[in-house]
């Protein structure tokens, strides 16, 4: 057991040097030397409220997503406790941070969540819903944050940044559409998958995921007006969380950007990021935030540093004791009459 557990390890160590060299790149390219002077990282005005909201912004963004976790799984009537939904929520992130355009996300999270004796089908119902959470939000955020940049003048966006990041909106937006009204395309995937030669004697079980997926797809169709609202409320708590967090700093270091437009930066940046071969974005995001702030090369430098270290980077800390204390969790409950029939049924060749 300890070879495998070592090997992982220094592949952990691997790609977080990695992604750290990638997001030092990116400072440099906007900083340059000052990147490198100890001056740069001293705070220029110490204000309690203003590490208040940092602090508070830190907590909410690494807590608040898992609530989103835990309803959408007591949406389908498994009863999750918040704990295990943080524990889900942290390794998940974690394993999208070790792997390019964050794709690691996605299987960790269906692990994670089996390991928690959440069936497969519903599993993968959960992370297509979050990914359908955070598509909307972007789909709304970015077209009004690149509006508001280019009407307050305050900060310019290369047009080839504006030109990508609406072609994003628009690929969030069909992507939404398709995945919350057709479940049958996931459902035919996983059909399709069961079907290959790698999969094939597992196709009874993939048969039963493909099943309870077109249930946990329906469920969020059929979920009561007020559980869909707190869904997208906590979604955007989430994201705009991480966002003023840098506020926050570049505040801290002297830079006096507007909460709007700040959101209305990352908003574009992040979405952006997606299509990013690197972890997290490493390198492309920091470069870009530093380069359209401009303002005070070594304190934007500074504020950016921290930002990562803060909203990104510790998940290398929080992500391996969190899937530790996931492998401890007890399986979540099922309450009696939770695996009802749902208002539409799935096809019957299913």
């Avoid at 969030?172 to 995945?179: E, K, R």
């Avoid at 009802?340 to 096809?347: A, D, N, V």
Wanted: with cysteine; hydrophobic share 55%; glycine share 10%.
């Amino acid at each position: 057991m300890a070879g495998p557990a070592h090997e992982l390890l220094k592949r952990v160590i691997v790609i977080l040097a990695l992604s750290l060299a990638l997001g030092f790149g990116g400072l440099y390219l906007a900083a340059g030397g000052a990147l490198f002077r100890v001056d740069t990282y001293r705070v220029q005005d110490p204000s309690f409220p203003i590490f208040l909201v940092f602090l508070t912004a830190l907590i909410g963004q690494w807590s608040v997503p898992a609530f989103k976790i835990q309803l959408l799984c007591m949406s389908q009537g498994i009863s999750m406790p918040y704990r295990p939904a943080l524990y889900t929520h942290l390794v998940a992130v974690f394993g999208a941070a070790i792997t390019p355009n964050n794709t690691g996300g996605v299987p960790t999270t269906v692990a994670a969540l089996g390991r928690l004796g959440v069936p497969l089908g519903k599993g993968i119902g959960v992370i297509v819903q979050i990914f359908v959470l955070d598509l909307i939000f972007f789909s709304w955020t970015t077209p009004l944050g690149i509006g508001y940049l280019i009407y307050s003048r305050t900060i310019h966006l290369p047009v080839s940044a504006n030109i990508l990041a609406f072609a994003a909106v628009v690929l969030a937006i069909a992507a939404a559409v398709i995945l919350t009204r057709y479940p049958r395309v996931i459902v035919r995937l996983i059909l399709t998958m069961a079907k290959w030669p790698l999969f094939r004697r597992f196709d009874s079980g993939m048969l039963k995921a493909a099943r309870d997926y077109y249930r946990s797809a329906n469920a969020y169709l059929n979920m009561p007006a007020s559980t869909w609202l707190v869904l997208h409320l906590v979604t955007a708590i989430g994201w705009i969380s991480g966002f003023v967090i840098l506020w926050a700093l570049l505040h801290l270091y002297g830079i006096g950007a507007s909460l709007l437009t700040t959101l209305a930066l990352l908003s574009s940046i992040t979405l952006i990021s997606n299509f990013i071969p690197t972890p997290g974005g490493s390198g492309f995001i920091e470069a870009a935030v530093s380069l359209s702030v401009g303002a005070g090369a070594g304190s934007i430098a500074a504020a950016v540093l921290v930002w990562r270290l803060t909203s990104f980077y510790l998940i290398f800390l929080l992500g391996p004791p969190a899937g530790w204390l996931l492998y401890l969790s007890p399986p979540v409950v099922f309450p009696k009459g939770s695996e009802t029939t749902p208002k539409r049924e799935p096809e019957k060749r299913l």
